[in-house]
């Protein structure tokens, strides 16, 4: 199609962005927009466009719209098409893709993937019903008319529908056995109409509705009052909620939604676990009733499409889901919740690598709304930025049932083998999980294996083989060796421990199935439920496991990390950690902030409801203070530690970090370019470090190398980024590929 064949005065032209994941079309391209078109074009459209030479149909997605052509106007090619069954893209979304670019370092394309609501065609849903238009005098003649002909199909269906009045369509196919010829003649003459209405697929279980509102402390009021009194003087803020575990931030986050929907707003709910989707939208279903969903990886493509739908025409005021949530396309956003808001799950692990933190707060400022953030054990940069007024810091110090926190049990792991205890299970964890099996009270069992690296250590003294030059964990490779991820540092691999001259030095490994095998064995009675990635592949898995646990037909729920994040068992009793370490010695600078969010988490599950709580620290490291501050629930105390290392070595929250990773097919070329990179980083900072080889240095044949930069603004890493995207765009990279992360929550 040829662009001067529309050219005229009242010539109208679109922006658009052609969907090739290529950098060098990742920026407008202008095209007229044909007459029968216009009045149906609106910015955040898919639509197809004549592209290259050759004039292939591509799909693009329009970013602006105006009157002015940017170039001559005979060269400009006019749109093809709308592409159908598509949702618009909200103008707002587009302006949050445009952030997600500039901000995390990604293409365009990338971004308006992530951002844009589900694309694919999907077969709606429709649900017919036959209604019977005829005066009652009237349908009584037609009858006898029928009968007398011996019409007895079509007799068949009038006495039903004088009957009923009106029957789903179904019942007619199925039941009467009607045929279409039969309810055409009545639909022809009038006697009936066929009615058509769209049916959405909930993923949303019909329930009980019953009332589960508890009346609120004097401090979880204080800061629903706040948070409203806010909003109705116009002031929108981040606020951060500091909540011991089992305080009540989620009834604080209901009351406060609440106000905010009665104001004619929609609340995004985001939550870190698809594990945690069951109890969530059970409590929000409970308040809000059909006027909630959620939206998670689970779903069909028709569910997740549906719920896009529902949200767009306003059908739904609460949506729960994973950071991908916040790309649900509500016209009038007016809160948005981020729980347990220190996971790593709301950083993107693939471009763009984008923090839901940061991206809900650009998003809140689109649509004009506030934050809520929410942990027992808030990520350093929130608490950080909370310190320094950046968020409003509220604490929650109580336990809502007005409880005590779980006493706390550290156990040494190498005086057990001292005296000979080589099981997974210390002597005092046996003893506590038996006395609770005859109480008939709960169990959880939790195996810290996050950030798990194949680190190296001693089981006789619990020395860990440590870089001389960066103090993180050095990780065991192939070839015998061992490798620091941070500075590269190369070791031959250690067979005698260096502090202790034990044999007992290796990798630590232990997986849920072989603690499984190992509690039947020592418990045969008790009922136990196993949760990891390879129980939980199916639908319906999480739900399943959960709710058996939860409505007391298992005794004990064995799993990772999955099972010790916002869970609330009130016949919990008992915690036992297995190996509290673990994570402690991943070779990352986030590895003690992660042991201890994962150990306060995971203690905080016992003694939820009226009966106390136990917790059982299994480690190797006791005195480290990661397990420490977490046996006592001290948040404060591990922060102001925490705070010192990260200072000293220039570590967020205090710096930035970016990491610039390759990828390459041919290990000369990949080591060629991010040289290239790496010394072109280095003319605007004298903080990077590398390039060296990533933790995993080859996957499927692709080889892997990284560097990064450190630097206290984080305007001077975007920069940097900047600078190295306009040399990768003149570059003529086929095998090759560059992707950018800013404040990593894992090291490559």
Request: proline share 3%; glycine share 6%; charged share 30%.
């Amino acid at each position: 199609m040829e662009g001067n064949q529309f050219v005229s005065e009242k010539n109208t032209y679109a922006d658009v962005i052609i969907d090739i994941s290529h950098e060098k079309v990742d920026r407008p391209f202008q095209y007229f927009i044909p007459p029968h078109l216009r009045e149906k074009l609106v910015v955040g459209m898919g639509v197809f466009v004549p592209f290259g030479v050759g004039n292939k149909l591509r799909k693009a997605y329009v970013i602006g719209i105006s009157d002015k052509p940017s170039y001559e106007v005979g060269k400009i090619k006019g749109i093809d098409s709308i592409c159908e069954n598509e949702q618009d893209a909200d103008e707002k979304l587009l302006r949050l893709a445009a952030f997600i670019k500039d901000t995390y370092g990604s293409t365009m394309i990338s971004a308006l993937k992530t951002v844009l609501p589900v694309r694919q065609k999907v077969k709606s849903i429709e649900k017919k019903t036959v209604c019977l238009t005829m005066e009652e005098e009237n349908a009584r003649d037609l009858l006898e008319k029928l009968h007398k002909k011996k019409q007895v199909a079509r007799e068949r269906l009038l006495v039903e529908l004088m009957q009923e009045k009106e029957l789903p369509y179904e019942v007619l196919t199925r039941r009467l056995h009607i045929s279409k010829a039969t309810l055409d003649y009545f639909v022809e003459n009038n006697f009936v109409k066929v009615v058509t209405e769209n049916v959405y697929r909930s993923p949303v279980k019909k329930m009980e509705v019953k009332d589960t509102r508890k009346p609120l402390s004097r401090a979880q009021q204080d800061i629903v009052d706040t948070v409203i009194s806010d909003y109705d003087k116009g002031l929108r803020k981040t606020y951060l909620i500091h909540g011991i575990t089992g305080s009540g931030k989620t009834e604080v986050y209901l009351n406060c939604i609440e106000e905010v929907i009665q104001r004619g707003k929609q609340v995004i709910v985001l939550i870190p676990e698809i594990a945690l989707t069951y109890q969530t939208v059970m409590r929000f279903y409970h308040r809000f009733k059909e006027r909630v969903s959620f939206i998670n990886s689970s779903l069909s493509q028709g569910e997740k499409y549906d719920q896009h739908i529902r949200a767009k025409k306003g059908e739904i005021d609460v949506i729960i889901g994973p950071r991908s949530a916040l790309f649900t396309p509500f016209q009038n956003v007016g809160l948005i919740v981020i729980d347990e808001e220190h996971e790593a799950t709301y950083k993107s692990e693939n471009a763009p690598k984008y923090h839901a933190r940061e991206t809900a707060e650009e998003l809140a400022r689109l649509h004009n709304a506030s934050v809520i953030l929410g942990s027992a054990t808030p990520s350093l940069e929130a608490y950080y930025r909370a310190k320094k007024g950046e968020y409003q810091l509220f604490s929650l110090k109580e336990r809502l049932t007005g409880g005590t926190l779980p006493k706390v049990d550290i156990v040494d792991l190498r005086e057990e083998l001292r005296q000979g205890n080589r099981s997974v299970f210390s002597r005092t964890l046996q003893e506590k999980i038996q006395d609770r099996l005859e109480k008939k009270e709960q169990i959880i069992l939790f195996l810290n294996r996050r950030g798990y690296a194949g680190f190296v250590s001693c089981r006789a003294c619990g020395y860990v083989v440590k870089c001389p030059h960066c103090d993180v964990s050095m990780a065991e490779h192939k070839g015998s060796k061992m490798v620091c991820h941070y500075c590269g540092y190369e070791t031959p691999a250690v067979h005698i421990c260096p502090s202790c001259k034990s044999k007992y030095i290796q990798g630590f490994k232990a997986g849920t199935e072989q603690i499984e095998a190992e509690v039947h064995k020592r418990f045969p009675k008790a009922r136990v439920l196993r949760m990891d990635a390879d129980t939980t592949k199916t639908k319906e898995s999480y739900e399943t496991i959960l709710s058996t646990f939860a409505e007391g037909n298992a005794d004990i729920l064995l799993g990772t990390q999955m099972i010790v994040k916002g869970h609330d068992f009130p016949n919990v009793t008992l915690v036992g950690i297995l190996a509290a370490d673990l994570s402690l010695h991943a070779g990352d600078y986030r590895a003690s902030e992660r042991t201890f969010q994962l150990l306060t988490q995971a203690v905080g599950r016992a003694g939820r409801g009226e009966k106390e709580g136990e917790a059982i620290i299994q480690t190797y490291r006791p005195e480290h203070y990661s397990v420490t501050y977490a046996a006592n629930q001290d948040y404060e105390g591990f922060y102001q530690e925490e705070m010192v290392y990260r200072e000293l070595m220039d570590y967020p929250p205090v710096a930035h970090f970016m990491a610039v990773q390759v990828l390459a097919r041919e290990l000369q070329n990949g080591e060629k370019l991010i040289q290239t990179l790496c010394e072109r980083a280095k003319k605007y900072s004298k903080k990077v470090i590398g390039p060296t080889t990533a933790s995993i240095g080859k996957i499927k044949d692709i080889y892997r190398l990284v560097f990064y930069v450190k630097e206290k603004e984080y305007s001077k890493l975007t920069q940097i980024k900047d600078d190295l995207e306009t040399y990768i765009e003149g570059q003529s990279l086929k095998n090759e590929a560059v992707y950018f992360d800013f404040d990593p929550m894992n090291t490559f």
